[in-house]
């Protein structure tokens, strides 16, 4: 139970990581170098803004949720 716990806890902050540098920021990030910076004069950036927003909270949740459940797999272990 505890390595499928940091296995989800790994992936999940790969995920976490690679999501947040797709935001875009005042200075464009890495959204502008895959192309977000021609997609935001569109009409329809801001569907995709949120969604990665959606995306991006539920992975912390999940981030956060794998930590505390690590945390007391490891208390009730004894380690």
Aim: charged share 10%; net charge positive; hydrophobic share 55%.
């Amino acid at each position: 139970m505890i390595l499928a716990t940091s296995i989800v806890l790994i992936i999940t902050s790969l995920l976490l990581i690679v999501l947040v540098l797709l935001h875009k920021g005042k200075g464009g990030g890495l959204s502008d170098m895959f192309g977000g910076g021609i997609s935001s004069s569109l009409g329809g950036s801001s569907v995709v803004e949120r969604n990665l927003d959606r995306l991006t909270i539920a992975t912390g949740v999940i981030w956060f949720a794998a930590i505390v459940v690590l945390g007391f797999l490891y208390k009730a272990k004894g380690l």
